[in-house]
């Protein structure tokens, strides 16, 4: 099987991957967004529409994971990623070491002092791998900050002041 990471991202790739998504990020997706119903072509427009530094890895030339982060303000960026359950079984150890590595240059750069992640309330494992593997801590729950009303845990990353 062949691996192939890059910073291209096609909107078939996109595509692929709101198509396959895993249930709980699809269960995140329609909290956030106030959806009754999962829709892909949403998820597919969203994900394309976003700016910033983004990266993709494709096992045999199938997307597998993507993600980057977008700029909320000046120094402070947010993370997303979306991939399918095949992908994460199988490929688990290099997706966790290229958002690393993506987490560790994006906050190692001059004008970032922040990076920050959210959830859905209740994705401990997903909770887990932010801590353990990507360096996040725990910043707090946000009562009813979804659309729907669900409550949302803050991770963060922060550079160390001067």
């Given amino acids: 099987m062949t691996l192939k990471i890059t910073d291209q991202i096609l909107i078939e790739d996109i595509a692929y991957l709101a198509r396959n998504m895993r249930p ?53 960026w947010e993370g997303w990623q979306l991939g399918t359950m095949a992908g994460w079984a199988a490929h688990w150890r290099t997706i966790t070491k290229v958002t690393r590595r993506l987490n560790d240059e994006w906050l190692a750069r001059p004008d970032v002092h922040r990076l920050q992640l959210y959830g859905l309330a209740g994705r ?39």
Avoid: H
């Avoid at 969203?46 to 700029?71: E, S």
């Avoid at 997903?126 to 409550?151: K, P, V």
């Fill in 124 to 162: 401990e494992k997903t909770f887990e791998w932010y801590e353990r593997a990507l360096g996040y801590r725990r910043e707090a729950t946000l009562s009813r900050y979804c659309a729907n009303g669900a409550d949302a845990v803050l991770f963060a990353r922060t550079k160390e002041a001067a």
């Fill in 24 to 76: 709980d990020e699809i269960e995140q997706d329609l909290a956030v967004t106030g959806s009754a119903e999962y829709n892909p072509q949403q998820a597919i427009l969203r994900m394309a529409m976003v700016v910033g530094p983004k990266i993709l890895v494709l096992a045999d030339n199938v997307p597998v994971v993507a993600g980057g982060f977008w700029q909320v303000r000046p120094g402070v």
